[in-house]
């Protein structure tokens, strides 16, 4: 079981350059999520996609872009990377809201570290 | 608006000792609130959950209720393993996406 994949594990930019970092699920998710975690910062959310076709800033979109590519994709993009930008980037997936509309739980990947010198 | 605080880590404990990790949340309305566990070079996994006041949930030994007159959702275990050394993360939904904690790291020695 495949679940959420993430790619690149690993990067290091330089300043000013542009990336995209990909996600992809196989589990049929509606809602797709990107993350930073940083050191005593716990994980804040970047972007999100409840469903293909939205995206909506989180708490800390500044300086990100994001394309939800189809169902299972969902791509983030540093257009010019920043030191500030350095972190370990996750991407998760859910089903969404139940018809209660109780959110069902996130499924992580692995993380994507990546580094901006 | 909506918040998690979780007791700074690390938590250190011999094997077999009891845990708590303590979380208290602020939220509007009636949240459901969830634990992930985060092993050293991995995503956060789902380790338990509960949808409304007074639910336990629970998962490898690991219970957690939900009090609302405390909103309070504490962590606990009877006895700790090496492999439960990980970060542990509280998080709230009360809307659209998930609110966290900044984690508490658990380092469990033999």
């Known amino acids: 079981n495949a679940g959420v994949t993430q790619t690149p594990k690993f990067q290091v930019l330089k300043t000013g350059q542009s990336m995209t970092l990909q996600c992809a699920q196989d589990m049929n998710h509606n809602s797709m999520y990107w993350y930073r975690q940083d050191p005593g910062m716990g994980l804040r959310l970047i972007y999100y996609?409840?469903?293909?076709?939205?995206?909506d800033k989180g708490e800390v979109p500044n300086g990100y872009n994001v394309s939800r590519l189809n169902k299972r994709e969902f791509s983030l993009r540093l257009e010019s990377a920043a030191p500030s930008q350095t972190s370990v980037y996750f991407c998760?997936?859910?089903?969404?809201?139940?018809?209660?509309?109780?959110?069902?739980?996130?499924?992580f990947g692995d993380g994507t570290r990546l580094s901006i010198l | 608006g909506n918040s998690v605080t979780q007791m700074e880590g690390p938590v250190t404990l011999s094997e077999e000792a009891f845990l708590t990790i303590n979380c208290t949340y602020t939220a509007t309305g009636y949240p459901s609130l969830f634990w992930y566990v985060q092993y050293p070079g991995e995503g956060l996994q789902l380790l338990l959950k509960a949808t409304k006041a007074d639910d336990k949930g629970s998962n490898k030994g690991f219970e957690a209720t939900y009090r609302k007159e405390t909103t309070s959702f504490h962590l606990e275990k009877g006895s700790v393993q090496v492999s439960d050394s990980a970060v542990y993360f509280c998080a709230l939904f009360p809307g659209s996406t998930l609110t966290f904690g900044k984690g508490t790291m658990l380092l469990v020695s033999p």
């Open positions: 996609s409840a469903s293909e076709g939205t995206t």
């Open positions: 998760a997936s859910s089903e969404g809201a139940d018809r209660w509309s109780r959110i069902q739980p996130q499924h």
